[in-house]
């Protein structure tokens, strides 16, 4: 099992915690990354991109010149896609980019995307993060002093007051254990864990 150090918002170690293999030390799958990552941004896609075709912009229907004699090619009306205002060919239109991966999948994924963070070192166990108000320049000193830049917070319970410190650091994002997923594990290059929070992924993906 791997071990790691617990340390405290002061950056002193206060005891240390085993880490489940099977999560923590899963075998790391870079193509189920690759997997569940474009799952993700498909299902944010609003697909309410949309154009005209032809036949759904206004215009008139009478024939733009005489058929022959003019030299010019046969067209026979303004709407088509050749002219300035005319329908769009092959244009976007409104759809459903959403699908659905295999929950042993994104399983995998996120284990794999775990294990990624501990074997390199990008992994640091607290033992709590608790903050007397919501002030982001409390919460800037505690990241710093913990050497941690472009940091993911996860918590094990909602923590409105950490939630409203960290919101406008632009290098930090907090979120919930059970809302954890591998985009944000894969995104920022450090992963802050409470112990209650890494205890509930050992739960949540046991």
Not at 69 to 90: C, D, E, I, Q
Not at 98 to 119: E, F, H, I
Not at 175 to 181: D, M, V
Request: hydrophobic share 40%; net charge positive; proline share 4%.
């Amino acid at each position: 099992m791997p071990k790691l150090q617990v340390i405290n918002t002061q950056a002193q170690s206060v005891g240390e915690i085993e880490l489940a293999d099977g999560i923590f030390a899963a075998p790391i799958k870079p193509h189920l990354h690759w997997e569940v990552v474009r799952n993700q941004l498909a299902n944010r896609r609003q697909g309410t991109a949309s154009t005209k075709t032809r036949g759904m912009v206004h215009g008139t229907t009478r024939k733009t010149y005489r058929q022959k004699g003019t030299g010019n090619a046969r067209h026979g009306s303004r709407k088509a896609p050749l002219f300035r205002g005319g329908g769009v060919a092959h244009g976007p239109r409104p759809r459903d980019y959403s699908y659905t991966v295999p929950k042993k999948v994104r399983r995998a994924a996120l284990c794999s995307a775990l294990s990624t963070r501990c074997g390199g070192g990008d992994l640091v166990v607290l033992d709590n993060f608790e903050l007397a108000r919501p002030r982001t320049a409390e919460a800037a000193a505690v990241l710093g002093r913990l050497g941690l830049g472009k940091v993911l917070v996860v918590t094990h319970d909602e923590n409105a007051i950490l939630h409203l410190s960290l919101r406008n650091l632009p290098s930090a994002k907090y979120i919930r254990a059970e809302g954890l997923n591998v985009f944000d594990v894969l995104k920022y290059d450090k992963l802050l864990l409470t112990v209650d929070a890494a205890r509930a992924l050992e739960q949540r993906l046991a």
